[in-house]
């Protein structure tokens, strides 16, 4: 009997050491989890937003408004332990207008390529809402071709791991920023006005290290609120999607997962006011124009071999306006042309004889044109 009781004490104590055991590692790895995610929230320079600053007109809004139900905001993503949640929030955002403004999508779009190749910003070190402008200049990519790889990179040291280099394969879509401005977010009726009516946008705030315990043992319809005695650990951007006037708060995606957060769907609320310390909050939104885009390979007529560094100009035939660009060394090119309508594009490169073709370019479509050139006779 004493033997019996000495294997189920011994039996017990294993159980229980294990039950301890586990319970040390979910510990850990909840604390490790609500450290991992990179902060990379910059507020941009005061003199900068207000440069920016545009003042909206407040017509009658909802009392309370989830950008979800009208079926324009794609599902939260993951950014790691990698400081680019504004370039997440800037993805998120450009999605979202696609929906609301041309009925694209849902597409999922190429964080790293704000990440790589958007060398005003800091990548995992870090970005502001301005990165938005960046897309004035260049159209996205999707997120198949250019895949997000920094989910495990630190800053530091890092910025990213990814040359930009590995988007030069990918197409950009014909849709450009235009239109962007920030907004009064000492006003909670001009954030509303914005998200209501443009679409949902970067905002961006001040991280206190609370946030971290409400983003993981907050319930369902938690509102944040700052508390006193907190610490600054950073800047976070995330998208605003929508807000409740009895919570008094907005409604977030987050990019730190699709399960994750209080609400256990990616998303929180935050109070519009009554924080104990200035959260800053800071919102960037914009509009989109849907351009056309003339693109093409360029190769020898007789050996079939590509054709690096050709010159290819565009030509609007009723306005006379030029756009150009250079192959690259697959031989492709791409022309972005803001006005639609007939083209005249020549192909050039030293050695070969000119080639002419004559197209049609339409809004918010990719038109290919593609030329042989023959070489010139000796």
């Known amino acids: 009997m004493t033997m019996n009781f000495l294997r189920k004490a011994k039996f017990y104590e294993k159980f229980w050491i294990g039950i301890l055991a586990i319970s040390f590692v979910l510990a850990l790895s909840h604390t490790i989890s609500a450290q991992e995610h990179g902060l990379g929230g910059i507020p941009l320079d005061e003199l900068t937003y207000q440069r920016y600053l545009k003042i909206l007109t407040v017509e009658a809004l909802p009392i309370s408004y989830d950008a979800r139900d009208d079926g324009i905001v794609t599902p939260p993503k993951e950014q790691g332990t990698c400081g680019s949640c504004w370039a997440f929030a800037s993805v998120g955002a450009f999605e979202s207008h696609l929906l609301k403004e041309f009925g694209v999508g849902p597409i999922d779009l190429s964080e790293q390529q704000q990440v790589s190749c958007n060398y005003n910003m800091s990548g995992c070190c870090g970005g502001r809402l301005s990165a938005l402008q960046w897309w004035s200049s260049y159209g996205p990519i999707e997120e198949t071709c250019f895949?997000?790889?920094?989910?495990?990179?630190?800053?530091?040291?890092?910025?990213?791991?990814?040359?930009?280099?590995?988007?030069?394969?990918?197409?950009?879509?014909?849709?450009?920023?235009?239109?962007?401005?920030?907004?009064?977010?000492?006003?909670?009726?001009?954030?509303?006005?914005?998200?209501?009516?443009?679409?949902?946008?970067?905002?961006?705030?001040?991280?206190?290290?609370?946030?971290?315990?409400?983003?993981?043992?907050?319930?369902?319809?938690?509102?944040?609120?700052?508390?006193?005695?907190?610490t600054k650990l950073g800047g976070h951007a995330v998208l605003i999607i929508g807000w409740s006037a009895p919570k008094g708060a907005y409604l977030c995606k987050n990019s730190h997962g699709s399960t994750s957060g209080p609400n256990g769907d990616g998303t929180f609320w935050i109070a519009y006011r009554g924080h104990a310390h200035d959260l800053n909050f800071q919102m960037g939104n914009f509009?989109?124009?849907?351009?056309?885009?003339?693109?093409?390979?360029?190769t020898d007529a007789e050996t079939g071999d590509l054709i690096k560094g050709a010159f290819v100009i565009a030509i609007n035939a009723d306005t006379k306006d030029k756009d150009n660009a250079f192959t690259d060394s697959n031989g492709d090119y791409e022309i972005p042309v803001v006005l639609p309508g007939t083209y005249w594009v020549i192909g050039l490169k030293k050695g070969y004889q000119a080639d002419i073709a004559k197209i049609e370019v339409e809004p918010g479509t990719v038109t290919p044109c593609n030329f042989k050139l023959k070489p010139k006779l000796e």
């Open 147 to 230: 895949t997000y790889g920094e989910l495990g990179t630190r800053c530091p040291p890092y910025y990213r791991t990814l040359p930009c280099e590995d988007a030069s394969r990918c197409g950009q879509l014909p849709y450009r920023v235009i239109d962007f401005h920030t907004i009064n977010t000492l006003d909670p009726k001009q954030v509303k006005t914005s998200l209501y009516n443009d679409a949902p946008s970067y905002f961006g705030y001040d991280f206190y290290d609370d946030f971290r315990d409400f983003w993981h043992d907050g319930n369902p319809g938690d509102v944040y609120v700052n508390a006193h005695g907190t």
């Open 287 to 298: 509009n989109l124009l849907d351009i056309g885009i003339i693109n093409g390979t360029v």
